[in-house]
């Protein structure tokens, strides 16, 4: 149902960017679910949160539609099971794009994308399921993002990078044009990755170096 009201999946810091954008878009959200008992009959922009994961469950796949409101600091892990969990169940996830984003009409997104406000996204790229472009990021032409990734506020991607599956490009990173990075890796707030690597690590420094 492409009406179906919307519940947010978590009701902390990036839940609340997901609403906005939502409601930017004229979406019904019905409100948040969150496996924080202490938040369960609290407010978020007004809206309520109704309980954890059982209101979900509680209700067909068909008639109601999921977004994902679980952020990342490092590897998106939790993110990834979440989306994972109730895909599995038969739910949808919505994607989301904030009417402030810039969005070429040629770049193909992947079920569940999330493109906060400010963001830009050039001709040719490819974003995979689930994955989060956050506040101002920014990803040029040709850009393959893997699933389940989240490239944090104002970092930069020149053009023709792949990212692979459950990546974190930190807050403010750059990555240079034709850089490859492997799953699973982390990119440290700031750092200026210049060389591919192979995954699994942390990125940090100018330029990168693998921490571990």
Known sequence: MNNAPILIIGAGGHA?????????????????????????????LGMP?????????????????LANGIGSVRLPTARRTVYLRFTQLG?????????AAVVSASVELGDGVQ?????VIQPGARIGANSLINTAAVLDHDCTIGAHC????GCVLS????????CHIGTGASVL????????????????VVSDSAGGGTLAGVPARNLE
């Open 16 to 44: 609340k960017v997901v609403a906005d954008a939502l409601r930017a878009r004229d979406e019904p959200v019905m409100g948040f679910t969150d496996r924080d008992p202490a938040k369960h009959g609290t407010q978020v």
């Open 49 to 65: 949160v109704l309980g954890d994961d059982d209101f979900i469950t509680a209700r067909s796949p068909d008639s109601v539609r």
């Open 91 to 99: 739910y949808s996830f919505v994607t989301v794009v904030h009417p």
């Open 115 to 119: 493109i906060m406000a400010g963001a």
């Open 150 to 153: 989240h490239l944090a506020p």
């Open 159 to 166: 053009g023709g990078i792949v990212v692979g599956d459950e």
């Open 177 to 192: 044009h034709g850089v490859r990075i492997g799953a699973r890796t982390v990119v440290g707030a700031g750092a200026a």
